[in-house]
């Protein structure tokens, strides 16, 4: 048959996942955290379903949930959205995020992307018939450069799309950052899809930059943001989009035919937690900086060189001391020879960069990073 995705193959974090389990490894490659999420929240979703929420969910996703995130972003991001028009609740941020690409680019329309970048971007991008422009972050700190962005722009660019807090390097944006693509987005066309799943895991204090903060391009933006990272619980696949009036109303076209409606239950589940224990969110980045702090220190001593983490859950290092294969082939041969699982940075890239450099997630609990740096540290 014709393939409509001839560079699409099965994804890294499934092949490095499973060789993990053939080898029985410390799995610290595909990003999920090997606990659970609070107690209440699994008892709210079993609550729902004791209690006949088990149909269809409104398209947008249930009322009350919709309130909470837009109370949420006000609190948050001094920003009021409103509930019944511009928030739709999702099944993940893949969703979302598909579904915004879906909504908004043509056939022949570029859509920038900043390499490295999320695994699902792309795919989307070419479904409908879209050309991603990749344009690749600088090492090594994995900023912007904006010059090269703004340089990217063409009559045909429909979306620029970025990810703060950033997989897999963990950078975040500044103030400024935002402020730069205000200025090369103003007086175009060109929307904002921002991804900004890990909104709640920032460190050292610094805030978290969502575009909803910007006046001026929360006026363009969907804002994509997912609780499997914010309540330990990747499995269930819920998240959002929050976008002004008349792109949510292109949104919901494409949500309407591709799932309709979002796991009812679980929506229940949050808008519970949401209203009755915020401080959950509140307290995650103090929760994953002191992981990030004790993972670092527990590889300090190994041969891997670490590289900074502003947030989300991701550790990147360079093997330059270890070895000269290319990351891929280092992250089989460390899977099976260290029994440790990692994530190839170049799978996140069109064109990888000349550096070595592996992902390690650490949203594991104390035993799993210790016992991971215990065969680290033999390397
Ligand atoms: N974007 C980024 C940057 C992610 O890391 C992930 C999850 N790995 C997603 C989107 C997808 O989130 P979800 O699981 O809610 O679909
Ligand atoms: N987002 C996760 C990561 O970056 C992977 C999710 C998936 O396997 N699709 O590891």
Redesign the pocket.
């Known amino acids: 048959i014709q393939t409509k995705l001839p560079k699409v193959g099965t994804t890294i974090f499934t092949v490095m996942s499973q060789l993990a389990q053939q080898h029985n490894a410390v799995n610290l490659g595909q990003?999920f955290p090997d606990f659970d999420g609070p107690q209440s929240l699994r008892d709210a979703l079993a609550a729902a379903m004791n209690s006949g929420k088990n149909q269809y969910a409104p398209m947008t996703g249930i009322a009350p949930l919709r309130e909470q995130i837009a109370a949420k972003t006000e609190a948050l991001y001094g920003r009021k959205v409103n509930a019944d028009a511009e928030v739709t609740v999702t099944s993940?941020?893949?969703?979302a995020?598909f579904a915004a690409i879906a909504a908004v680019v043509c056939p022949g329309d570029e859509v920038i992307v900043l390499d490295p970048c999320?695994d699902?971007y792309e795919p989307a991008i070419d479904l409908v018939g879209g050309r991603a422009v990749h344009i690749p972050l600088t090492l090594p700190d994995f900023s912007v450069d904006w010059q090269r962005v703004k340089d990217a722009v063409t009559p045909m660019t429909r979306v620029i799309m970025v990810?703060t807090p950033h997989?897999p390097s963990g950078a975040v944006f500044s103030a400024a950052d935002l402020d730069t693509l205000a200025e090369i987005t103003r007086g175009t066309q060109i929307l904002v899809i921002s991804?900004e799943?890990?909104e709640h895991i920032v460190f050292d204090d610094l805030p978290h930059q969502s575009a909803l903060r910007h006046a001026e391009l929360a006026e363009r933006s969907f804002v994509?943001s997912?609780f499997?990272?914010t309540y330990h619980c990747?499995g269930w696949?819920v998240?959002y989009c929050i976008a002004p009036r008349a792109l949510s109303a292109e949104f919901r076209k494409v949500h309407q035919y591709l799932t309709f409606c979002t796991f009812g239950p679980a929506q229940w589940a949050f808008a519970d937690v949401l209203a009755n224990d915020p401080q959950h969110y509140l307290d995650l980045p103090a929760f994953y900086q002191h992981k990030r702090d004790r993972f670092r220190e527990l590889l300090a001593p190994t041969k891997f060189q670490l590289l900074p983490v502003s947030g989300a859950y991701f550790q990147l290092v360079d093997y330059t001391a270890l070895s000269d294969k290319d990351d891929l082939g280092f992250c089989e041969w460390l899977v099976r020879e260290a029994g440790v699982a990692a994530i190839p940075v170049s799978a996140f890239y069109e064109t990888a960069p000349d550096a070595r450099i592996i992902r390690f997630c650490f949203a594991k609990s104390d035993a799993t990073l210790a016992a991971a740096a215990e065969r680290l540290a033999k390397l």
């Open positions: 990003g993940g941020a893949t969703e995020i999320y699902c990810n997989n991804d799943v890990y994509v997912s499997g990272k990747t696949k998240g």
